[in-house]
């Protein structure tokens, strides 16, 4: 059979064809959905590689039993001839596949650190910078169309690697990674997804917030240990023992106010909750919310929490494990009570009116305790809160509660809404808690 021949190369190509080695824009869908970068530069060439690429396609780069991998019998004669390839333990692919040509390993989707975003006539920008690499990033979204105009286009652009990377280097494809991104199929993909997951990232496209939308999260993926649901409304999100036993890092930002919640995740290590204001804290006591409530008292694992206008009146926190709380403008968190005899960093910014705060003496989780326990120091940021009387003595009286050297001020504003609402005294370091506080 004729080879088809390669276009020519082209200013707007991404990566090398795994067929040939030119320059190509056409990526493999089944690697795609996994996060892994494969591609060709015409339908030919893919025809052509799929006798040897179809054993470590996608989920099956990340299944393959050893670190080679076998030329299939329908790749032909050549490929039988070349017998087994080292599979480079960066980007999952036969260290040979793309013709001796620089492996490439996108921005890991779920180490990625929003920066922020702006909107214009041509579209949509969004700003990142890469946890695996440091390097900071522009992606322009214009349509379904979204690629790299600025800064670094690959986490990691260099030689395959058929030995085992150091631990500490997330330059990696990470196998049986999923990343979704809204649109009018998301749901269908959302319900189609594979068990075998284990992280899954849903982000928006950058083309609006829907916030009506009746997105439902209630898949059975046993294998899920990181989920990252960002700026996508959702109707109802359902994370069980039953469906999603084993996650242990969770991040919801803007996921709607009138999400049904249903978070019981006894594994869970890392909570993260950017703007959430739960509709079924509005007609309790305290404005406590029986779903965040939930959430947090499964999690007797938990180790950080982080939540950045998280507005809810109440809070309540116990577990051995944990060590750092950081709640940041929850403008109405009222009364806060923790059983944390680790907990070496709580960070209370921008927090108007929390008048309660309690740290347990005792609790039945002490007896897990080792007997040679020592409470560790506990650091504390106060900056742009208003504390009541009660709040700064506990602060006081906590047998290792220290003053953050880093106070953190904040954006100016923060700073005047707490002198505008609360009098004076509540800006800047605001961490006069240590000090005689007027009785």
Not at 46 to 53: F, I, L, Y
Not at 208 to 225: I, T
Not at 353 to 382: G, Q
Not at 409 to 434: H, L
Request: glycine content about 10%.
């Amino acid at each position: 059979m004729k080879a088809a021949a390669p276009p020519a190369p082209s200013p707007a190509a991404t990566g090398v064809c795994a067929q040939c080695g030119a320059p190509a824009t056409k990526q493999c869908g089944g690697c795609k959905r996994y996060n892994v970068q494969t591609y060709y530069c015409c339908q030919g060439h893919q025809k052509e590689n799929w006798g040897t690429h179809k054993v470590a396609c996608g989920a099956k780069a990340a299944a393959a039993p050893s670190p080679t991998v076998i030329a299939a019998a329908e790749g032909g004669a050549a490929a039988a001839a070349e017998g087994t390839y080292a599979k480079c333990a960066r980007c999952l692919q036969p260290c040979n596949a793309h013709g001796g040509g620089p492996c490439r390993v996108p921005h890991p989707v779920h180490l990625r650190e929003d920066m922020g975003s702006s909107f214009g006539p041509g579209g949509a920008q969004s700003f990142f910078q890469c946890g695996a690499c440091g390097g900071e990033y522009t992606v322009k979204t214009a349509g379904e169309l979204s690629r790299i105009t600025e800064g670094p286009r690959h986490c990691f652009d260099g030689t395959h690697s058929s030995t085992p990377l150091a631990l500490s280097d997330e330059r990696r494809v990470v196998p049986n990674t999923v990343h979704l991104s809204s649109g009018p199929n998301l749901q269908r993909e959302i319900d189609a997804l594979p068990e075998d997951v284990v992280t899954l990232i849903v982000t928006s496209t950058g083309d609006g917030y829907d916030e009506n939308s009746v997105l439902k999260l209630r898949s059975a993926l046993p294998r899920l240990e990181s989920l990252q649901l960002v700026d996508v409304s959702f109707a109802e999100i359902h994370l069980t023992p039953a469906l999603t036993p084993n996650v242990k890092k969770l991040r919801m930002q803007n996921i709607g106010d009138s999400c049904v919640l249903n978070v019981v995740l006894p594994k869970l290590r890392e909570v993260t909750i950017h703007y959430f204001r739960p509709e079924d804290c509005e007609w309790t006591e305290w404005g406590a919310s029986a779903r965040i409530d939930a959430m947090l008292a499964a999690a007797t694992k938990l180790r950080s929490f982080d939540a950045y206008k998280l507005w809810v009146g109440s809070l309540s926190f116990t577990g051995n494990s944990l060590e750092s709380v950081v709640i940041h403008r929850s403008d109405g968190l009222e009364s806060l009570k923790i059983w944390a005899p680790n907990l070496q960093n709580l960070v209370l910014r921008a927090c108007y009116a929390l008048t309660v705060l309690d740290f347990l003496v005792s609790h039945p989780m002490e007896s897990l305790l080792p007997s040679n326990h020592v409470t560790p120091p506990l650091a504390v940021v106060t900056a742009n809160s208003r504390l009541g009387v009660q709040a700064k003595r506990s602060l006081r009286n906590h047998p290792t509660a220290v003053k953050a050297p880093k106070q953190f001020s904040g954006m100016p504003t923060e700073g005047m809404f707490a002198a505008m609402n609360f009098g004076g005294g509540a800006s800047g370091d605001n961490s006069d808690w240590g000090e005689s506080d007027g009785e």
